[in-house]
């Protein structure tokens, strides 16, 4: 077991799994919560455009995928903030277009060999050499930095758009920051899982932390948690049994999110139990119309008199104010 550590591209591999399962689930929460779980997968499409430049102009595929994903992820965006009844076609033709255009570049590339476009597809996590373990350190550092530092602000455009413009917030600039931030995590994972598969460590380790937490914050901690693990254990894994990084990192994960699945089920029985030991939710809110104790001023009691003025209980100090002793559980 010690020897694995002892290679020079054992311990770059460990580095690069380390980066992508923290920064993966970072992004990735933020595309749960809005419901754009597959916005990783058309990056990866338009992404392998980037890497065939790479190959045709003799530059580093990353650098060029990182420009690539960025403008295709702006593209995305706009789109999507258009709600234009076309935009799914749109966004189709680009996908399709970037895995296209990548796969004819990649084959007028002097460079292309039998498994250079592979690599880039699935995943070669063993061959990240020090410069690119460099690139993905620094956009790694890039993208931790601006979804930690603006947590609250991306949860509220992800929550309600509309709420979080009310309140002020830059919310187009929001929107294509993280875009942007997408992109970036597609070229940083793209060498340890692939491009096709980046999506899924986006996801899955999100998806597997919200069968057992209930906060945002628990569930991003968690989730990152599940994408290191994951990450670390598939690089191990594909070492020993000689197997593809990228599928084994994912399968892992799947894995993972089973078994929170099943452990999620006698913790939410056990949650259930609680809430009904301590009886229901009381809620002290006030309509419109209505009294503080909840009756219609205007509704007659049974004798035919105002029941507005039939003995009431005591009114609660303020028409607004809300007890819940079950929302406190």
Known sequence: MIEMFQPDFMQRAFLAAVLVGITAPSVGIYLVQRRQALMGDGIGHVALTGVGLGFLFQANPIWMAVLVCVLGAIVMELVRARGNQRGDIALAMLFYGGMAGGKLLVSMSSQAGSGSLESYLWGSILTVSPGDLAVIGGLAAVVVAVTAGLRRQLFAVCQDEEFARVTG???????????????????????????????????????????????????????????????????????????PSGPTIVILAILAFALFSAIAAPLAKRRHRAATEHGPAVCDVVLPGQNPNGQDPNAQGPNGDDAAEAPRPKAPLSGETLSSRGLAQ
């Open 169 to 243: 917030l830059p919310v187009r600039v929001l929107n294509l920051l993280l875009a942007v931030m997408a992109a970036v995590t597609v070229t940083v994972a793209m060498r340890v899982v692939g491009l096709l598969l980046v999506s899924a460590l986006m996801v899955v380790p999100v998806a597997a932390a919200q069968q057992l937490t209930r906060s945002f914050a628990a569930t991003q901690a968690a989730a990152v948690s599940v994408g290191v693990v994951t990450a670390l254990l598939g690089v191990g894994t594909s070492y020993q049994a000689d197997l």
